[in-house]
C-alpha cells in the first residue's frame, strides 16, 4: 500500500461487507488497494467521484459461476461488472476447464464445457495452463477456480462408470497438481455424468486432498430433491471422513414434490456447523434453474460419452427404458420428475429458433411425445441447455434470508436465451428481496456477496472496505437498483449500479462499462493457521 493517492469516492454510504451500519464516509484508493475510509479524506491530484447519497461497498464475489471459457470470448464480457461482480469463482459443479490430459479427454470433456456456445476452443491442458491462458487473454472479471471431480475423473477415466485401475490414483495426482497450481478448492456435480458414477469413497480421496491443502469442497449435492436429506448425509459423511470445508452449492429444495423443505436444509446445515463441521452454502434468487437438457435424463444415459448417447436416443427400445428410469425417481434417474414438460425451456441449442420454446411446445408442434421430444432437441445438441422450473418462492426466501448462505449466480455463457440470473442475479437480490421485499437488510445482503464469501473460499484481500484490501469497489443507487430481466428477454442490463473498480481501475463509469479488461486471475497459496475468526485463510495469493 504505497504511492499516491489516485481515486476518491466522496461523501458516500459506506456498506463494508461485514455486516455493520452503514457510514456516511471518502474512500481513497492508491495504485490497487484501499488507502483509508473515513471523513474528510485529502485527494491531492487524485480523481474524485461525488458518490453522495449512494452506497459504496465491497466489489460482489460470485460464489459460483460457470464463466471458465468467458475469458476466451473474442469481445470482453462486462455482464457481471455491470452488477457489481469484481471477483467470479469458476469450475463449480464438478466442471472445471482443465486438467485435460489429451485429445480424448478434450472431446469427452466438451459436450459438458460451454466452449461451443461461447465460440471458444479447447485444448490439453495441464490447470496451470488454463489460468496462464485466462491471464493472456485478460478477464473482464478476477477470476478464482476451483477444480472440478468431473473433470479429473474425465482426464483419468473417460466417461466410463466404473474406475479403471489406478484411475482413482491418476486422478488424486492431477487433483495435487491443480492445487499446487493454484486451484482454491474442489468442486463436485454428483448429479452430472461422469460425476455420478462416484461413491463417496472417491469424492473423500479427492477431498482429503483439499483438505491437505486447506481449501474447500464445493458440491452440487447428488439429489436437491426427494434425496436432499441422504445427499447432504453424504456430504457431511465426506466432511468428518477428511475435515475438509464445505460449500454446499446453490442451495434449494427442487421439485414440486420438496417444496417447503428449505427449513429442513437449513436445519442440516447448522446441525452440521454445530457438530464442528465448517460448513456454507450459496444460493441464487429465483425459483428456475439452468442446466443441460442432459440432466433430465438419467445418468446412465451419457456413460460412454456423446456417441454412446447417440446411440441410446436413437434407439426406440433404449428410449423407453430411459423414460422408465426417468420416471421411477432416486439417485441417478435425473431432473425429469422435479419439473414439467411446460416448465422446462430451451435455452441455448444450435438450433435457434428453438430458444424460449419449451419441451412441451416442441412436442405439439412436431406432433410426438414430451420425452420422444426431449430425447430429439439432446440429440440434435448434446450440450443444449434449459432455464426450468424448480423452486417454491417461500424456500428462495427462506433460504436467502440465513446468516450461512452466500450469492452465487450459477450463470452460464452469456449468450442465447442463458438464465437472466447471469445478467442480473446481484441487483435482483438488492432490489427485489433488499428493498422490495424486506428479506434482508442492506448490510446483511452486503455481507453474503462479499466476506462471507471471500472468508469461506479463502480469497485473501477481498470481501471488506477496509485500509489494505484490494481496491475491489462497486458503487449503486438502493433506491434504483435492480433487474428486469424474463427468459424470454434474460439480457436486459440492470439498474443503479453506477461503479465499478476493480483493483482501483473504473470499469463501469456512471452505469457504463468502459471496455477495459481489468481483472486478474487469482491463484490459492499455502494454507495459513486458523484465525480468530475460525475461517481458514490462504495466503500467497496474487491480489
Known sequence: MTGPVTLVLRGGTVVDGT?????????????????????????????????????????????????DVVPFMTEPQPFKVLQGVTTEVVGNCGNSAAPLVDERAVDLHRPISST??????????????????????????????????????ISANGMAE?????????MVALAEAAFADGAFGLSSGLIYAPGVYAG??????????????????????RDEGDGLAASLAETFDVARRTGVRVQVSH??????????????????????????????????PYTTGE?????????????????ALARRLSDPAARASLRDRALAGGPGSGSWTQTTPEGVLVSMHTDSRLLGA??????????????????DLVLADPGAMMVYELMAEADVRTILADPLIGIGSDNSVPVGNAHQRGWGCFPTVLGRYVRDLGVLDLPEAVRKMTSLTADALGLPGRGRLVPGAVA??????????????????PWVRPTGVRWTVLAGVVVVEDGEFTGVRAGRVLRAGRPEPRGASGAVGVGGAAA
Open 358 to 375: 419449451s419441451v412441451a411446445q416442441v412436442a405439439a408442434e412436431r406432433g410426438v411425445g414430451v420425452w420422444d421430444a426431449l430425447c
Open 116 to 153: 461451443v456456445a461461447a465460440g471458444v476452443g479447447s485444448w490439453p491442458r495441464t490447470f496451470g495452463e488454463y489460468l496462464d491462458a485466462v491471464e493472456r487473454h485478460g478477464p473482464t472479471t478476477h477470476v478464482a477456480s476451483l477444480v472440478g471431480h468431473s473433470t479429473l475423473r
Open 291 to 307: 442446466s443441460f437438457l442432459t440432466a433430465l435424463l438419467p445418468a446412465e444415459a451419457q456413460v460412454g460419452g456423446r456417441d
Open 162 to 170: 466404473p474406475l479403471a485401475p489406478g484411475a482413482l490414483d491418476r
Open 251 to 284: 442451495c434449494k429444495a427442487a421439485g414440486r414434490r420438496n417444496h417447503g423443505r428449505a427449513a429442513e436444509l437449513l436445519a442440516a446445515l447448522h446441525a452440521a456447523r454445530d457438530e464442528g463441521i465448517d460448513v456454507h452454502g450459496d444460493q441464487y
Open 472 to 489: 475491489d469497489l462497486a458503487v449503486l443507487d438502493p433506491a434504483t437498483v435492480g433487474h428486469a430481466g424474463t427468459p424470454q428477454r
Open 200 to 221: 463417496a469413497d472417491e469424492v473423500a480421496a479427492l477431498a482429503a486432498v483439499a483438505a491437505r491443502w486447506g481449501r474447500p469442497y464445493a458440491t452440487h449435492l
Open 19 to 67: 455486516g455493520a451500519d452503514p457510514v456516511v464516509a471518502d474512500v481513497a484508493v492508491a495504485g490497487d488497494r484501499v488507502h483509508a475510509v473515513g471523513r474528510d479524506l485529502p485527494a491531492g491530484d487524485a480523481r474524485v467521484l461525488d458518490v453522495g447519497g449512494l452506497v459504496v461497498a465491497p466489489g460482489f464475489v460470485d460464489a459460483h459461476t460457470h464463466s
